[in-house]
């Protein structure tokens, strides 16, 4: 009898997978998850500066980001009660001393999938807009001027031209390191989602030339920046949209480093 309901309790006690699931405080909560937060050490260790992660689908690209992005974010909340448990925290104060210092801007680009470039567009409008209202904390700071401010508004109410949103992730982070005195940790994920749907629908060129710009602000000669990383399937060339970006390190599925942070990994 004893031996049943301890079995019965057993089976109670089970969690269940984390399929699909990409935000990291569910994950590590109410999943079974495989602690992946040395990823954390060996950035810091390496100090890479813009970071590519190219992995296919289900590797846990997305899940990781949120890790990086709950990790690094500066917020209201405590936010180390997610880590205190896991192997970064044991690696000691060296590492544990960047939990939660840094602003950070998060997009994904997963989700842009549509058949036109005024369509992809109006997307890319939409999660800039989600990612300036994060950070709104900006509008009422005697540090960010007027026109600053101005431009702020313009994503915030839709009126931003093209040339606006290209500079999205630039204006947004000198703002950011200048209410902060921190400079923001920059993630992407999915990069790439966009421009293999511009390939294939026919506005390729237009989808190009505008990351080109949207990156470049981001990540080439931008003071105002800690670390940045990217995720995607493939490696566009860099000719492309990284032209320029040299500054970049990428890490594909036949890369040592890094490896035991995706997918699954047998002993």
């Not at 998060?106 to 997307?123: C, G, H, I, P, R």
């Not at 009422?140 to 290209?166: C, H, P, Q, T, W």
Request: glycine letters at 4%; proline letters at 2%; charged letters at 30%.
């Amino acid at each position: 009898m004893m031996a049943g309901k301890e079995t019965a309790k057993n089976k109670k006690e089970k969690k269940p997978l984390p399929i699909g699931i990409s935000d990291y405080v569910r994950a590590q909560s109410e999943y079974y998850y495989v602690d992946k937060t040395l990823m954390i050490k060996e950035f810091l260790d390496q100090k890479p500066l813009v970071s590519l992660f190219t992995r296919p689908r289900r590797f846990g690209k997305t899940l990781n980001m949120d890790m990086l992005r709950v990790f690094f974010e500066k917020t209201e909340a405590d936010t180390s009660i997610y880590f205190k448990d896991k192997a970064i925290w044991k690696c000691g104060e060296k590492y544990r001393q960047h939990q939660g210092k840094y602003p950070v801007i998060f997009l994904s680009f997963k989700d842009v999938k549509f058949d036109t470039w005024e369509a992809t567009m109006d997307k890319i409008k939409s999660l800039l807009q989600a990612e300036f209202d994060r950070h709104r904390e900006l509008m009422g700071s005697n540090k960010i001027a007027k026109y600053e401010k101005d431009y702020f508004e313009r994503i915030m109410d839709g009126s931003a031209s093209e040339v606006d949103l290209s500079a999205a992730l630039e204006k947004l982070s000198k703002m950011l390191t200048q209410y902060y005195a921190a400079a923001p940790v920059i993630i992407i994920d999915e990069y790439d989602t966009l421009i293999q749907e511009g390939y294939t629908k026919d506005f390729y060129d237009e989808i190009v030339n505008f990351m080109r710009n949207f990156f470049s602000g981001a990540f080439k000669d931008n003071k105002n920046i800690t670390y940045g990383f990217l995720t995607g399937i493939l490696r566009i060339a860099q000719e492309s949209i990284f032209s320029g970006l040299n500054n970049l390190t990428v890490n594909s599925v036949m890369d040592e480093n890094y490896e035991s942070f995706f997918g699954f990994t047998c002993a």
